[in-house]
């Protein structure tokens, strides 16, 4: 919600109440606070938090995967692709093989990205048709930013609303609203996602870009987004 110290405190709080034989919930907790980091523009403590996690828990490939997210936020493409690549051997999961394809396409090689895009969302889609829910979030998502296929994101985003309705799952609907170039309900919907309060920087900067598209002054919703992470226009992963 914006309350960043607090949140900080809680998860250093939460780790003074694990023992020594909770060293992988230790690295969790503190992928957590760089992750708060993350999202506000600050690599290097975040890169700190990750390292407090590799120590604690050697070899975890959950802190493998926010080191290669944040190599790549600061810039160093090929060795982030390289320890997605070593990831997926490992994991094989459709998260990581759109981080991947993501970042194939921030680096201006479409081709080599495609084959991870279409992965994931092949195994997105199975998940789906199994009956699962988990990835309605990483669908919507997927079918806005790297397809841009409003239609698509918007029937993924709905079904993730049925489930749960919360500022992130309301931002996605009016991001694929918008996607879908109906921008009045992008930005009503938009609208309710703000009145939660939240602050994040990528909901307010999509809100801007909805505002603006919709008629509305969005240049101080950029505004915001851009004082509450300064790096925003960088390499991230949809979560």
């Given at each position: 919600m914006?309350d960043?110290?607090d949140a900080?405190?809680?998860?250093?709080?939460a780790e003074d109440?694990?023992s020594?034989?909770?060293?992988?919930h230790?690295?969790?907790?503190?992928?957590q606070?760089?992750?708060l980091?993350?999202?506000?523009?600050?690599?290097a403590?975040?890169?700190a938090?990750?390292?407090?996690?590799d120590?604690?828990?050697s070899?975890?490939?959950?802190?493998?995967?926010h080191?290669a997210?944040?190599?790549?936020?600061?810039g160093?493409?090929?060795?982030?692709?390289?320890?997605?690549?070593q990831?997926?051997?490992?994991?094989p999961?459709?998260?990581l093989?759109?981080?991947?394809?993501?970042?194939?396409l921030?680096?201006?090689?479409?081709?080599a990205a495609?084959p991870?895009?279409a992965?994931?969302?092949s195994a997105y889609?199975?998940?789906?048709?199994?009956?699962d829910?988990h990835?309605?979030h990483?669908?919507?998502d997927f079918?806005?930013?790297?397809?841009?296929d409003g239609a698509e994101?918007?029937?993924?985003?709905?079904?993730?609303i049925?489930l749960?309705?919360?500022f992130?799952?309301?931002a996605?609907?009016?991001w694929?609203?918008?996607r879908?170039?109906?921008?009045a309900?992008?930005?009503?919907?938009?609208?309710?996602a703000?009145?939660?309060?939240a602050?994040?920087?990528?909901?307010?900067h999509?809100?801007?870009?909805?505002?603006?598209?919709?008629g509305?002054?969005?240049?101080?919703?950029l505004r915001e987004?851009?004082k509450?992470n300064?790096?925003?226009?960088?390499?991230h992963?949809h979560r």
């Open positions: 914006g960043v110290d900080d405190r809680l998860y250093e709080e109440e694990l020594v034989k909770e060293m992988r230790f690295a969790w907790v503190e992928l606070r760089g992750l980091d993350l999202a506000h523009g600050r690599h403590q975040a890169l938090h990750y390292d407090r996690a120590r604690a828990y070899g975890y490939w959950m802190v493998a995967e080191q997210e944040l190599l790549a936020a600061r160093d493409y090929e060795a982030a692709a390289a320890l997605y690549g990831l997926i051997a490992r994991a999961r459709p998260e093989q759109q981080a991947l394809g993501e970042l194939y921030q680096m201006g090689r479409p081709e495609e991870w895009l992965g994931a969302v889609l199975a998940s789906a048709v199994r009956g829910v990835y309605y990483h669908l919507a079918y806005a930013d790297v397809r841009k994101a918007v029937k993924w985003a709905r079904k993730d049925e749960r309705e919360n992130a799952t309301l996605a609907l009016a694929a609203l918008y879908d170039g109906r921008f309900e992008s930005l009503e919907t938009m609208e309710d703000l009145s939660s309060g602050q994040n920087a990528y909901m307010l999509q809100a801007g870009m909805i505002h603006c598209a919709a509305a002054d969005g240049d101080e919703l987004a851009a509450l300064p790096q925003l226009g960088g390499f992963v």
